[in-house]
């Protein structure tokens, strides 16, 4: 079973307060919920946390990550 892209609302209800841009950016990945929601533990600082569950930052969650932190002065640590 195919999981199902994210609508706008989701994106917003899930990430927070994020620019129009942002969200244009990240819904032309068709990220799924999974998806969205891995990346903003990544992006918020818990990514290490993931990444010694074995979860690495690949694919769209690197995308969506290097989107919504593209205006902070330091990307995230991936260890």
């Not at 999981?3 to 927070?16: N, P, Q, R, W």
Request: charged content about 30%.
């Amino acid at each position: 079973m195919n999981a199902k892209a994210i609508s706008e609302h989701e994106l917003k209800l899930i990430v927070g307060n994020v620019d129009e841009t942002q969200v244009i950016d990240i819904l032309k990945l068709q990220p799924t919920i999974s998806e969205l929601e891995e990346a903003v533990v990544w992006a918020t600082g818990d990514g290490d946390v993931l990444a010694k569950e074995g979860r690495p930052l690949t694919g769209k969650v690197s995308d969506i990550v290097e989107i919504l932190t593209a205006d902070e002065d330091e990307p995230p640590r991936v260890r």
